[in-house]
């Protein structure tokens, strides 16, 4: 990670994205049809309006939801959109973000499961 870049703590926000997923699949497919029934009216993803969004729109908008009610504790939130993501793309397997300086990525993991980070400690292997 790049000196000043700001990641959420994976250990906790990890463990609790992991937790929903797996509680809100099944409630979730009603959830998942709500929202596909709002977003067919159509959503904003950055600057862009989209009518009628394919898959890949419509993830785009919910990992940024995902995002955005993380950084605001809205956990209500965060859980429709677990829920939505889990229900939408079973294979998914984590969702991975990184705030560096304000400029955010978003990984969409599909090959590795949930797996706590571990801090390594470099210093005197010089």
């Known amino acids: 990670m790049a000196p000043g870049s700001k990641a959420f703590d994976w250990r906790a926000v990890g463990a609790f ?47 940024a939801n995902l995002l955005h009610a993380l950084k605001t504790n809205n956990e209500a939130m965060a859980a429709a959109m677990c829920s939505y993501l889990a229900i939408r793309i ?18 969409l993991v599909f090959d590795r499961e949930y797996g706590k980070q571990v801090a390594v400690d470099f210093t005197g292997l010089h």
Do not use: H
């Not at 797996?22 to 862009?48: C, F, N, P, R």
């Open 17 to 63: 994205v992991a937790l929903l997923i797996g509680l809100l699949t099944v409630a979730g497919y009603v959830t998942g049809d709500k929202m596909d029934s709002k977003m067919d009216e159509g959503i904003v993803v950055g600057a862009e309006k989209i009518k009628n969004p394919d898959l890949n729109q419509r993830t785009k908008f919910a990992t």
């Open 90 to 107: 079973p294979e998914l397997k984590q969702v991975r973000i990184e705030d560096n300086n304000g400029e955010v990525s978003i990984e």
